[in-house]
């Protein structure tokens, strides 16, 4: 007969209310039916071989809470069924039975891991306050593993969060670094471009060649916001906006990054309402939304980017955005879909549903943060297996708001007259500042350091009205340096440019690259202000 046929045989079920799972191993076959019966009334599930092998091989095969075992048997004794078993679950309760055992047997028993020892003949209303204590001791031993294993997941939750994180803030660092040393060569090349763009006549046959060079430059500034935003080194700098405007600049690179197996179809909004937001940042949104919409597609699908002007006080109650006036981004797609308990968490830091090394859980908290930041709301609707999407809810402004939508005069219109010092270990970019403000009227002092910077300070007999200085420089860097400089001029002014800052705070700033406009309006600006 084999095994299954004997299990099925000798199995007897319990009530519903089962209160555990007796393995029963007993060569006595009347015996063995007798405590079938007893345990099977007192509301055990009870599974009664006569064969200590067979018991073994059941044990690999099903869980139980208790083996209850004759200590003596013709294949294997019960000491041996006992240390095997205990391999196989080492949260077995064994309860070993004799009518021939010693005191020392009992302790050997007690050694390999018995819990109690039953000496026959015994009554069988004894047996159930020692299956009562097992049953309580295999819940102890269960709920103790419980324990451990949720300690152990949690710690190997935490380690895999800080690498996870450390990864990420090596990545950052080093888009960061690239950034800032690809914003310096930027400067150049757009600044370059654009003064000789203003030396040559429209009619020239370079022109058309230098404004191409100098709209690739404005293309690669774009990219290097992402890198920045993405290292969050990024100057925020929010701007009234139009949404469609983002939506197109970032389209051609969203194909490439999704893929050629995926549609992308754009739905713009006619009239859009002004956004107030940092360019780059939304731009980052977007990315993130829509990568995570491709992961979503292995094999292919459809995209879609649209916007609309919305009234929230006529919507569902979908979002947490204040009522009024909002224009709506909605990144759509027809991918696998998430469950509501996965909707639960995903704006959670590090939480993902992608294999490993396939996503940090970063992306979507990261969206949640930068919609916030700007007042905005986000909401999610999904279903699994037809897709999700994900809209974005942003306060309309007035154009007005923005003093960069203001007629602005010319670059060539700017003059002065003030001394400027230029500090930047950039060659190139200390050149081009210094053509640029001399081109404008300016007197211009120059240093490639905070050393050489300070030596003219102090040698230098007439007046230095404004330090414009880079943030990040070898050896002293430009916020150490007007810290020292203001000792030996006071009343001198501050400017500061880098590709590569956190906000410095309510201080004087211009993020590289600059446009030759950007440059000389700001050196004005700050001159020009009251201290």
């Known amino acids: 007969m084999k095994l299954e046929d004997e299990i099925a045989k000798h199995r007897k079920q319990g009530a519903k209310n089962c209160i555990g799972k007796i393995l029963l191993i007993e060569d006595d076959v009347e015996l063995m039916n007798v405590l079938v019966d007893v345990l099977t009334e007192q509301h055990y599930e009870v599974t009664g071989l006569t064969s200590a092998i067979e018991g073994l091989e059941c044990l690999h095969h099903e869980s139980y809470d208790i083996l209850l075992s004759d200590l003596m048997m013709p294949e294997m004794d019960g000491l041996e069924l006992l240390h095997a078993a205990l391999q196989v679950d080492r949260n077995l309760v064994c309860i070993l039975m004799t009518g021939q055992g010693t005191i020392q047997s009992a302790v050997e028993a007690m050694k390999i891991g018995a819990f109690d020892y039953l000496l026959k003949p015994f009554r069988l209303n004894c047996v159930n306050p020692v299956l009562n204590r097992a049953l309580h001791a295999r819940r102890q031993r269960l709920e103790k593993v419980r324990r451990e294993l949720d300690e152990q997941r949690m710690r190997l939750q935490t380690e895999e969060q800080l690498r996870q994180s450390q990864k990420m803030e090596a990545i950052g660092q080093l888009a960061g670094g690239v950034a800032h040393d690809f914003n310096n060569l930027l400067t150049a090349i757009n600044g370059y471009s654009e003064l000789a763009l203003r030396r040559i006549s429209s009619e020239d046959p370079l022109t058309k060649n230098l404004e191409e060079i100098k ?12 890198l920045l935003a993405f290292s969050r080194k990024q100057a925020v700098e929010p701007r009234v906006l139009d949404l469609n405007s983002i939506v197109a600049d970032v389209e051609k690179m969203l194909r490439r990054i999704i893929g050629e197996n995926i549609e992308l179809r754009t739905e713009l909004a006619a009239s859009l309402g002004s956004v107030r937001v940092d360019a780059g940042q939304l731009e980052q949104v977007l990315m993130n939304l829509a990568v995570n919409a491709r992961d979503a597609m292995p094999d292919g699908g459809k995209l879609l980017i649209k916007t609309a002007n919305v009234n929230l006080e006529n919507t569902n109650a979908e979002t947490v955005a204040n009522s009024g006036p909002h224009v709506m981004l909605a990144v759509s797609d027809n991918g696998i879909g998430m469950s509501q308990e996965t909707q639960a968490h995903i704006f959670e830091p590090f939480f993902t549903t992608k294999g490993k090394g396939r996503g940090t859980g970063l992306g979507l908290s990261m969206v949640y943060g930068i919609v916030q930041q700007f007042n905005g709301s986000l909401s999610v609707e999904s279903e699994e297996q037809k897709g999700s999407r994900f809209k974005v809810y942003l306060p309309q402004v007035n154009p007005d708001e923005n003093d960069t939508c203001k007629q602005e005069p010319p670059a060539q219109e700017i003059e002065g007259s003030e001394t400027v010092l230029v500090v930047e270990d950039e060659d190139i970019v200390r050149h081009l500042a210094k053509q640029i403000l001399k081109l404008h009227g300016y007197s211009v002092l120059d240093a490639a350091n905070g050393g050489a910077a300070l030596r003219i300070c102090e040698q230098h007999t007439g007046p230095i009205q404004l330090l414009l200085s880079d943030v990040i420089m070898p050896e002293m860097g430009g916020v150490e340096l007007s810290r020292r400089l203001s000792s030996i001029r006071p009343d001198i002014k501050v400017l500061f440019m880098s590709g590569y800052t956190e ?29």
Do not use: C, M, W, Y
Request: proline residues 5%; glycine residues 4%; hydrophobic residues 35%.
């Open 215 to 226: 709209k690739a430059g404005n293309r690669a500034a774009s990219l290097t916001r992402q």
């Open 503 to 531: 906000e410095i705070g309510p201080t004087n700033f211009i993020h590289k690259p600059f446009s030759h406009h950007d440059l000389v309006s700001k050196v004005r600006e700050v001159l020009d202000a009251s201290v």
